[in-house]
C-alpha cells in the first residue's frame, strides 16, 4: 500500500465515523428531551409516542429512497445534504411546541438522517477489501456507539437548564461535523487519482461456492437477495430493541424508578458503553475465528442477547441495579451483530458497487421495527401499568434475531451461501 493511500484511507475512515458520531446530535434529543418536552407542551405519552414516531416512519422511508437516491448523487453529496437539512430542522424544533409542527420537522429530520449510514457504508467499501472489512467496520461501527454516548451526556448536561438546549446544541456540533466532512470525504480512491482497491483471494475463500455474479434483480442475484431478506428480518428485531432502550429506559427510570431527567439520561449511556467493547470484539472474530462468515458470530451474540433479555424480563418488577446491569448486558450482545450485519454484512452481500443498496435497503427494513417498538411499547406500558410486557414483547424480538441468524448460518453451513 503506498503511502498515499494510507494517508487517504484514514482520512476518510475518520471522516465517515466522525459524520455518522455527528448525526446522533441531531437524533438523541428526541429520547432525552422528551419527559420536559412532554410537561412543556402538555402532551400525554401516547401523543408524545406519536409525534415521535413521524421521526421513524420517516427514517425508514428515507432508506428506501437513499437505496436509489445515494447511487445516483454520489455518497458525498447525499451525506452532505443529509447533514445539512438535519441541522436546519433540528433549531427550528428548540422553537416550537406544536405537535403537529414538531411531527413535520422530525419527519424531514428522519429523511435527512437516512442518507447517513448507507452512504457511510457505501464509501467504506469503496476503500477496504473484502477480508479486512470484519475488523475494520468493527472499529469504524463504534460510530453509532459513540455518538450515542457523547451526544447522551451532552444532552444530559443541559437537558435541566433548557430542553430547548439539546437542539441548539445539536445542531451547532453536526455543523462542525459537516465542515470536516466536505474537507476530508471522497467517495474512492479514483476520486484522488489512487488505482481501486481489489478484493485479495486468500485462504479464506477456499471451499466456498463461488457468488453469482450481480446480473439479477436490481443488480443483485437471487442468493445475494435471499441473504439481504435475512439481514434485513434480523435488522428489525434488533433495531427493534435498540431503539427501544433509547426511546424508553430514560422514560422509565424516571416513571419507574423515579430518576431525575439528568440522571435517568446519565444512567442510559451504560447500554452503548457496553456496546463498545462488543462492536469490535464480533468484527474481529469474525474475520480471526470465523473466516469473514458474520452470521456465525452473530448468531452466537443474539443467543447470548436473548438470554440478557430473558433475565430482564423475569426481573421486571426486581430492584434498579438489577435492571441496569440486564440493559448493559444487552447493550454488549446487540451491539455487535447490529453493526456487523449492517456494516460488513451489507458490503459482503452488495459488493463495492451494490453497497450502498445493499445497506440502505437493510436499514430501510430494519428501520420500520424502530417504528412499531416506539407506537407499541408506550400503549402496553400505559395499558398495563407495569414493566413486565414490554420486556416481554423485546424477549421475543431478540429470540426472533437469533432465529434469522441461525438460518444465515445454516445457508452457510450447507455449501457457503450465506455471509
Known amino acids: 500500500m503506498t503511502p498515499a493511500m494510507r494517508a487517504w484511507r484514514i482520512r476518510v475512515f475518520l471522516a465517515t465515523w466522525l459524520s455518522y458520531v455527528g448525526f446522533y446530535f441531531c437524533r438523541r434529543h428526541i429520547s432525552v428531551a422528551k419527559k420536559p ?44 445534504i443529509g447533514m445539512a437539512a438535519s441541522i436546519a430542522v433540528t433549531l427550528v424544533m428548540g422553537l416550537t411546541l406544536s405537535a403537529p409542527l414538531m411531527g413535520g420537522l422530525l419527519f424531514i429530520n428522519g429523511v435527512a438522517q437516512a442518507t447517513g449510514w448507507s452512504g457511510n457504508v457505501g464509501t467504506m467499501a469503496g476503500w477496504f477489501h473484502k477480508h479486512e472489512r470484519g475488523r475494520v467496520m468493527g472499529l469504524w461501527s463504534t460510530n453509532f456507539t ?84 435475512l439481514v434485513a428480518g434480523f435488522y428489525f428485531c434488533a433495531k427493534f430493541v435498540r431503539y427501544a432502550v433509547w426511546s424508553w429506559a430514560p422514560y422509565f427510570m424516571e416513571s419507574a424508578y423515579g430518576k431525575s431527567t439528568s440522571a435517568a439520561g446519565q444512567w442510559a449511556i451504560l447500554f452503548d458503553l457496553c456496546g463498545l467493547p462488543g462492536i469490535y470484539l464480533t468484527g474481529w472474530a469474525s474475520d480471526r475465528f470465523f473466516a469473514s462468515r458474520r452470521s456465525e458470530v452473530a448468531f452466537i451474540m443474539c443467543l447470548a442477547m436473548t438470554g440478557a433479555a430473558t433475565w430482564l424480563y423475569y426481573s421486571a418488577g426486581a430492584s434498579f441495579p438489577i435492571f441496569i446491569t440486564a440493559v448493559a448486558v444487552t447493550g454488549f450482545t446487540l451491539y455487535g451483530p447490529d453493526a456487523l450485519l449492517s456494516g460488513a454484512g451489507a458490503m459482503d452481500i452488495g459488493g463495492r458497487h451494490r453497497a450502498t443498496f445493499a445497506a440502505a435497503v437493510i436499514s430501510g427494513f430494519g428501520s420500520t421495527g424502530p417504528v412499531v417498538q416506539e407506537l407499541v411499547i408506550g400503549k402496553l406500558y400505559v395499558k398495563g401499568g407495569s414493566l413486565g410486557p414490554v420486556f416481554g414483547v423485546l424477549l421475543a424480538s431478540c429470540a426472533a434475531s437469533a432465529f434469522f441468524c441461525a438460518i444465515l448460518v445454516w445457508r452457510n453451513r450447507r455449501g457457503g451461501s450465506g455471509i
Open 146 to 229: 459513540v455518538g450515542a454516548i457523547a451526544s447522551g451526556f451532552a444532552m444530559s448536561a443541559v437537558v435541566d437548564a433548557d430542553y430547548r438546549y439539546t437542539f441548539f446544541l445539536g445542531a451547532g456540533v453536526l455543523a462542525l461535523v459537516w465542515l470536516n466532512f466536505y474537507l476530508n470525504q471522497r467517495n474512492k480512491p479514483e476520486d484522488v487519482g489512487l488505482a481501486p482497491v481489489d478484493d485479495p483471494k486468500t485462504a479464506v475463500d477456499e471451499g466456498r461456492v463461488p457468488e453469482v455474479p450481480m446480473v439479477g434483480f436490481l443488480g443483485l442475484s437471487p442468493r445475494a437477495w435471499t441473504n439481504l431478506l
Open 37 to 80: 418536552l412532554e410537561a412543556a407542551a402538555g402532551w400525554d405519552t401516547v401523543t408524545s409516542s406519536r409525534v415521535f414516531a413521524t421521526y421513524l416512519v420517516a427514517y425508514a422511508i428515507g432508506q428506501f429512497l437513499a437505496s436509489s437516491m445515494g447511487p445516483k448523487l454520489g455518497m458525498r453529496k447525499n451525506v452532505l
